[in-house]
T-cell receptor, first 114, second 115 residues
Framework: GENVEQHPSTLSVQEGDSAVIKCTYS??????FPWYKQELGKRPQLIID?????GEKKDQRIAVTLNKTAKHFSLHITETQPEDSAVYFC?????????????FGTGTRLKVLA | GAVVSQHPSRVICKSGTSVKIECRSL??????MFWYRQFPKQSLMLMAT?????????EQGVEKDKFLINHASLTLSTLTVTSAHPEDSSFYIC????????????FGAGSRLTV
């Protein structure tokens, strides 16, 4: 089955700097890659996603890149702010049999230092 | 937007008792819901896929007799932790796929179980 690895597990950056989180996946059939942000004690919230037919997607300060050949995708946050501090999870999903099962990475705890 | 309501948010029970957690999709129908378990500072581990009107599909290593899932309607899935023991203490989160043909998952607020 699918296996998703995520690095780093923790990341501290100064406010205003950029943060990059990387994930790799194992199943070449995976075709949808969302990123979720989870603040302490709250539910995960989708922040950006990318499908396998696209190499890059951007939404204001957040961008995601996908390299299908290498089976890895990355989250880029620019001009980080203290409110970006949270745990970020990547996931890989495939639509086979209509299941759209998500397999999550191990998470990255991002701390933005003011 | 689409909302998934999950109850209870917190539950404390004695060892050996059963606990039911409800997951409801508000304003949309969810033929498929997913149940995850999250240990402190760890990732979301998929436990099972709940299918409306049919049996749930469990991930490898998840005891189906321990974690009973029922998806009796298009808006409600329940997870029952039977004969709970301290090792079952965890954060359980449900999610539902929003929109036909779409992959986007929206999550419930989670239920923290303490046995």
């Amino acid at each position: 089955g699918e296996n998703v690895e995520q690095h780093p597990s923790t990341l501290s950056v100064q406010e205003g700097d950029s943060a990059v989180i990387k994930c790799t996946y194992s199943d070449s059939a995976s075709n949808y890659f969302p990123w979720y942000k989870q603040e302490l004690g709250k539910r995960p919230q989708l922040i950006i996603d990318i499908r396998s037919n696209v190499g890059e997607k951007k939404d204001q300060r957040i961008a995601v890149t996908l390299n299908k050949t290498a089976k890895h995708f990355s989250l880029h946050i620019t001009e980080t702010q203290p409110e970006d501090s949270a745990v970020y999870f990547c996931a890989a999903s495939q639509g086979t049999s209509g299941t759209y099962k998500y397999i999550f990475g191990t998470g990255t705890r991002l701390k933005v230092l003011a | 937007g689409a909302v998934v309501s999950q109850h209870p948010s917190r539950v404390i029970c004695k060892s050996g008792t059963s606990v039911k957690i409800e997951c409801r999709s508000l304003d949309f129908q969810a033929t498929t819901m997913f149940w995850y378990r999250q240990f402190p500072k760890q990732s979301l581990m998929l436990m099972a896929t709940s299918n409306e009107g049919s049996k749930a599909t469990y991930e490898q290593g998840v005891e189906k007799d321990k974690f009973l899932i029922n998806h009796a309607s298009l808006t409600l899935s329940t997870l029952t932790v039977t004969s709970a023991h301290p090792e079952d203490s965890s954060f359980y989160i449900c999610s539902a796929r929003v929109g036909s043909g779409a992959n986007v998952l929206t999550f419930g607020a989670g239920s923290r179980l303490t046995v």
